[in-house]
T-cell receptor
Framework: QKEVEQDPGPLSVPEGAIVSLNCTYSNSAFQYFMWYRQYSRKGPELLMYTYSSGNKEDGRFTAQVDKSSKYISLFIRDSQPSDSATYLCAMSITPLVFGKGTRLSVIA | NAGVTQTPKFRILKIGQSMTLQCTQDMNHNYMYWYRQDPGMGLKLIYYSVGAGITDKGEVPNGYNVSRSTTEDFPLRLELAAPSQTSVYFC?????????????FGSGTQLSVL
């Protein structure tokens, strides 16, 4: 079993939809949970960062962590075509462990 | 502020050739990393450095070498290129160790070995 599992998609949704992206993990030592966004032919950039179980909001984005289930999610509300990208979850002790990434397309 | 700069952006190598991927950062970050990204496979750590003169292996170091003579530069050397090294290579940096520090990535080098 890999340390971090992420469905690679691709996922295609209409503009305005609510998007749910998920990762599961097996290592209980992971303490920090991050979501990186990667546009085509670009390097990843940090989108959200959480430490504890619960929700964290930033505009249209909500990161959710459930340590008891070893499950993290990223929700995108009112999705826009500009949200079309690959989303990678990342978790850490040292160094970061990345999921495979989910490719999202938001269709206008 | 340029951030993390990688050169070249694209390169085609023949089997057995060698090359160096360049990476430089102007943020005075202590930590630097090299990742490779294969289609649908996420990012795999090749090597990382916690400061000038100090490097350590990541998950997939075989076939690569690194050096860190200055804080700014962290070149990745490929010796005897093989088709399995066809990938997109990303350099990244962070101020602290990447457990809870934001990684800044370069725009990548797309390498094909034929």
């Amino acid at each position: 079993q890999k340390e971090v599992e992420q469905d690679p998609g691709p996922l295609s949704v209409p503009e305005g939809a609510i998007v749910s992206l998920n990762c599961t993990y097996s290592n209980s030592a992971f303490q920090y949970f991050m979501w990186y966004r990667q546009y085509s032919r670009k390097g990843p950039e940090l989108l959200m960062y959480t430490y504890s179980s619960g929700n964290k909001e930033d505009g249209r984005f909500t990161a959710q962590v459930d340590k008891s289930s070893k499950y993290i999610s990223l929700f995108i509300r009112d999705s826009q075509p500009s949200d079309s990208a690959t989303y990678l979850c990342a978790m850490s002790i040292t160094p970061l462990v990345f999921g495979k990434g989910t490719r999202l397309s938001v269709i206008a | 502020n340029a951030g993390v700069t990688q050169t070249p952006k694209f390169r085609i190598l023949k089997i057995g050739q060698s090359m160096t991927l360049q990476c430089t950062q102007d943020m005075n970050h202590n930590y630097m990393y090299w990742y490779r990204q294969d289609p649908g496979m996420g990012l795999k750590l090749i090597y990382y450095s916690v400061g000038a003169g100090i490097t350590d292996k990541g998950e997939v170091p075989n076939g690569y070498n690194v050096s860190r003579s200055t804080t700014e530069d962290f070149p990745l050397r490929l010796e005897l290129a093989a088709p399995s090294q066809t990938s997109v290579y990303f350099c990244a940096s962070s101020y602290g160790i990447a457990t809870n520090e934001k990684l800044f990535f370069g725009s990548g080098t797309q390498l094909s070995v034929l």
